[in-house]
């Protein structure tokens, strides 16, 4: 069975720094996707960024990357120039390529943007 | 248009009540989901139906039914719930295995 797990339940970061949020998971899939949803207080599940394990290359959005490591099965998010539009909590999510049509959630990590 | 509906956005309902959750979606997805989430948790899978058809069912108590009527419509029949199933419940949809997009949810509170 595919898990996903996000080690840090909280952090804090200031205005206009970096952070990095931890993600890994597990599968015997060699076909996936991989994603970041962001949820602030307004509860609405926005996507942040998406990567298909077959592309080398990190995606980024904006502000946004990954640092994918498929051996180490490894899906981390930075977010560069943090800002307090950022505060909300952050999930990681994993589907496979085959015919599930299942999306799995990591425990999410509570991003606090600091002024 | 890459909006997901759900109505109401907030329902409180007795323990003997039978309410309907609603989702709508026009962006031709043929994926539709329904999750669970409580407080400071992630979303658990409910129901996901692919072509109109319900593919997943991930051991819901059958106080909760899932309609799919069309391609564009999801809903969640509601009857005899409990207290715990108070909950905010998420509506998504998605090409197949690829990235779902989410409803605003219905805050539901049993009492």
């Known amino acids: 069975a595919q898990t996903v797990t996000q080690s840090q339940p909280e952090m804090s970061v200031q205005e206009a720094e970096t952070v990095t949020l931890s993600c890994t998971y597990d599968t015997s899939e060699s076909n996936y996707y991989l994603f970041w949803y962001k949820q602030p207080p307004s509860r609405q599940m926005i996507l942040v960024i998406r990567q298909e394990a077959y592309k080398q290359q990190n995606a980024t959005e904006n502000r946004f990357s990954v640092n994918f490591q498929k051996a180490a099965k490894s899906f981390s998010l930075k977010i560069s120039d943090s800002q307090l539009g950022d505060t909300a909590m952050y999930f990681c999510?994993?589907?496979?390529?085959?015919?599930?049509?299942?999306?799995?959630f990591g425990t999410g990590t509570l991003l606090a943007v600091q002024p | 248009d890459t909006e997901v509906t759900q109505t109401p956005k907030h329902l409180v309902m007795g323990m003997t009540n039978k309410k309907s959750l609603k989702c709508e979606q026009h962006m031709g997805h043929r994926a539709m989901y329904w999750y669970k989430q409580k407080a400071k948790k992630p979303p658990e899978l409910m129901f996901v139906y692919s072509y109109e058809k319900l593919s997943i069912n991930e051991s819901v108590p059958s106080r909760f039914s899932p309609e799919c009527p069309n391609s564009s419509l999801l809903n969640l029949h509601l009857h005899a719930l409990q207290p715990e199933d108070s909950a905010l419940y998420l509506c998504a949809s998605s090409h197949f295995n690829t990235e779902a997009f989410f409803g605003q949810g219905t805050r539901l509170t049993v009492v």
């Open positions: 999510a994993f589907i496979d390529g085959g015919a599930t049509n299942k999306l799995i």
